[in-house]
Protein backbone atom coordinates (compact mmCIF):
# COMPACT_ATOMS: atom_id res chain seq x y z
CA UNK A 1 0.00 0.00 0.00
CA UNK A 2 1.19 3.32 -1.19
CA UNK A 3 1.86 6.13 1.73
CA UNK A 4 -1.04 8.63 0.58
CA UNK A 5 -3.20 5.58 0.99
CA UNK A 6 -1.95 4.69 4.07
CA UNK A 7 -2.20 8.04 5.77
CA UNK A 8 -5.91 8.35 3.96
CA UNK A 9 -7.00 5.07 5.80
CA UNK A 10 -5.47 5.93 8.86
CA UNK A 11 -6.77 9.92 8.71
CA UNK A 12 -10.55 8.43 8.19
CA UNK A 13 -13.08 10.00 6.53
CA UNK A 14 -12.83 14.15 6.21
CA UNK A 15 -15.74 15.93 7.10
CA UNK A 16 -14.13 20.06 6.28
CA UNK A 17 -14.74 21.45 3.46
CA UNK A 18 -11.46 23.82 3.71
CA UNK A 19 -8.24 22.86 3.51
CA UNK A 20 -9.54 20.36 0.72
CA UNK A 21 -7.19 17.62 1.01
CA UNK A 22 -7.08 14.93 -2.40
CA UNK A 23 -5.60 12.02 -2.07
CA UNK A 24 -4.21 10.23 -5.06
CA UNK A 25 -1.82 7.30 -6.09
CA UNK A 26 2.11 8.43 -3.90
CA UNK A 27 0.44 11.98 -3.78
CA UNK A 28 -1.77 14.31 -1.31
CA UNK A 29 -2.63 17.58 -2.57
CA UNK A 30 -3.74 20.35 0.31
CA UNK A 31 -5.41 23.34 -0.93
CA UNK A 32 -6.56 26.11 1.41
CA UNK A 33 -8.48 28.36 0.05
CA UNK A 34 -9.00 31.90 0.58
CA UNK A 35 -13.10 33.27 1.06
CA UNK A 36 -13.78 35.95 -1.15
CA UNK A 37 -13.18 38.50 2.56
CA UNK A 38 -9.43 37.34 2.02
CA UNK A 39 -9.48 38.87 -1.42
CA UNK A 40 -11.00 41.60 -0.49
CA UNK A 41 -8.57 42.42 2.44
CA UNK A 42 -5.57 42.03 -0.29
CA UNK A 43 -7.32 44.58 -2.96
CA UNK A 44 -7.58 47.04 0.30
CA UNK A 45 -3.90 46.88 0.89
CA UNK A 46 -2.86 47.05 -2.67
CA UNK A 47 -4.60 49.86 -2.97
CA UNK A 48 -2.96 51.86 -0.23
CA UNK A 49 0.56 52.17 -1.77
CA UNK A 50 -1.63 53.48 -4.76
CA UNK A 51 -3.42 55.93 -2.76
CA UNK A 52 0.29 57.59 -1.33
CA UNK A 53 1.72 57.22 -4.58
CA UNK A 54 -2.14 60.76 -5.31
CA UNK A 55 -0.31 61.92 -2.39
CA UNK A 56 2.39 64.66 -3.97
CA UNK A 57 4.39 65.59 -0.28
CA UNK A 58 5.46 62.28 0.26
CA UNK A 59 9.27 61.05 0.18
CA UNK A 60 10.19 58.21 -1.87
CA UNK A 61 11.99 56.58 1.33
CA UNK A 62 8.29 56.15 2.92
CA UNK A 63 6.10 55.79 0.09
CA UNK A 64 8.92 52.51 -0.47
CA UNK A 65 8.49 51.33 3.33
CA UNK A 66 4.51 51.85 2.52
CA UNK A 67 4.84 49.87 -0.31
CA UNK A 68 7.61 46.92 1.46
CA UNK A 69 4.79 46.81 4.54
CA UNK A 70 1.84 46.17 2.15
CA UNK A 71 3.76 43.51 0.61
CA UNK A 72 4.82 42.07 3.49
CA UNK A 73 0.81 42.35 4.97
CA UNK A 74 -0.64 40.75 1.22
CA UNK A 75 2.18 37.83 2.45
CA UNK A 76 1.32 37.19 5.74
CA UNK A 77 -2.44 37.36 4.50
CA UNK A 78 -2.48 34.84 1.93
CA UNK A 79 0.68 32.59 2.42
CA UNK A 80 -1.54 30.49 4.37
CA UNK A 81 -3.68 29.75 1.10
CA UNK A 82 -1.45 27.63 -0.41
CA UNK A 83 -1.39 24.40 -2.84
CA UNK A 84 0.61 22.00 -1.43
CA UNK A 85 1.49 18.55 -3.29
CA UNK A 86 2.61 16.40 -0.63
CA UNK A 87 4.84 13.54 -3.55
CA UNK A 88 5.87 10.32 -1.70
CA UNK A 89 7.09 9.01 -5.22
CA UNK A 90 9.66 12.14 -5.59
CA UNK A 91 9.75 12.27 -1.87
CA UNK A 92 9.39 16.16 -1.98
CA UNK A 93 6.81 18.49 -0.94
CA UNK A 94 6.09 21.54 -3.59
CA UNK A 95 4.51 24.63 -2.25
CA UNK A 96 2.64 27.33 -4.82
CA UNK A 97 0.30 29.87 -4.08
CA UNK A 98 -2.50 31.23 -6.37
CA UNK A 99 -1.49 34.60 -6.76
CA UNK A 100 1.49 35.21 -8.49
CA UNK A 101 2.71 37.95 -6.37
CA UNK A 102 3.33 35.79 -3.82
CA UNK A 103 5.00 32.95 -5.54
CA UNK A 104 7.41 36.23 -6.87
CA UNK A 105 8.05 37.36 -3.46
CA UNK A 106 8.99 34.00 -2.05
CA UNK A 107 11.38 33.79 -5.56
CA UNK A 108 12.49 37.43 -4.77
CA UNK A 109 13.68 36.10 -1.15
CA UNK A 110 14.89 32.78 -1.47
CA UNK A 111 12.24 31.12 0.23
CA UNK A 112 11.96 27.45 -0.63
CA UNK A 113 9.11 25.87 -2.95
CA UNK A 114 10.02 22.51 -2.46
CA UNK A 115 11.77 20.65 -0.22
CA UNK A 116 12.62 17.15 -0.10
CA UNK A 117 12.03 14.74 2.39
CA UNK A 118 15.78 14.71 3.74
CA UNK A 119 15.26 18.72 4.26
CA UNK A 120 12.26 18.46 6.73
CA UNK A 121 13.29 18.74 10.18
CA UNK A 122 9.11 18.69 11.92
CA UNK A 123 5.76 18.73 10.97
CA UNK A 124 3.32 20.22 13.79
CA UNK A 125 0.61 22.04 14.46
CA UNK A 126 0.38 25.16 15.78
CA UNK A 127 -2.30 27.88 16.85
CA UNK A 128 -2.32 31.47 15.77
CA UNK A 129 -4.64 34.54 14.52
CA UNK A 130 -6.56 33.87 10.94
CA UNK A 131 -5.88 37.15 8.62
CA UNK A 132 -5.65 38.94 11.42
CA UNK A 133 -8.44 38.76 13.08
CA UNK A 134 -9.70 37.59 16.35
CA UNK A 135 -10.78 34.29 14.99
CA UNK A 136 -7.82 31.43 16.18
CA UNK A 137 -6.94 28.45 13.55
CA UNK A 138 -4.67 25.73 13.52
CA UNK A 139 -1.76 25.62 11.27
CA UNK A 140 0.16 22.73 9.87
CA UNK A 141 3.61 23.74 9.73
CA UNK A 142 6.86 21.88 8.43
CA UNK A 143 10.01 23.04 10.01
CA UNK A 144 13.29 23.23 7.40
CA UNK A 145 16.58 21.99 8.08
CA UNK A 146 17.56 25.28 6.49
CA UNK A 147 14.79 28.00 6.63
CA UNK A 148 12.57 28.88 8.81
CA UNK A 149 9.29 27.20 9.41
CA UNK A 150 6.66 27.38 6.37
CA UNK A 151 2.73 27.21 6.71
CA UNK A 152 1.28 24.51 4.91
CA UNK A 153 -2.35 24.62 5.51
CA UNK A 154 -4.99 26.42 7.88
CA UNK A 155 -7.45 23.74 9.70
CA UNK A 156 -10.36 25.19 11.98
CA UNK A 157 -9.86 21.93 14.26
CA UNK A 158 -7.20 21.24 16.33
CA UNK A 159 -7.89 17.31 15.96
CA UNK A 160 -7.73 17.22 12.51
CA UNK A 161 -4.58 19.44 11.35
CA UNK A 162 -2.65 17.66 14.69
CA UNK A 163 -4.04 14.21 13.46
CA UNK A 164 -2.59 14.95 9.92
CA UNK A 165 0.41 16.35 10.88
CA UNK A 166 1.29 13.38 13.05
CA UNK A 167 0.22 10.94 10.27
CA UNK A 168 2.70 12.85 7.60
CA UNK A 169 5.72 13.10 10.68
CA UNK A 170 5.35 9.14 11.09
CA UNK A 171 5.79 8.84 7.60
CA UNK A 172 8.18 11.55 6.18
CA UNK A 173 10.16 11.97 9.06
CA UNK A 174 10.41 8.68 11.08
CA UNK A 175 10.84 6.80 8.07
Avoid at 65 to 90: A, C, P, Q
Avoid at 131 to 145: C, P
Wanted: proline share 3%; hydrophobic share 45%.
Amino acid sequence: MDAASQIKRQFGEINFYNPVITFKYQRIDIETKLKTIGYLNIAAILLVPVLFLLLKDIRPAIYFLIFVTSLFIIYSFSSGSNKVEIDFFYKRVRIKNKLLLINSIRKLLKLPTTLFFPEIADIYNTEGFYYGRNQTRNFLIIKSNRHRTIRLATFTSEKDSLRLAGLLKQVIIEN
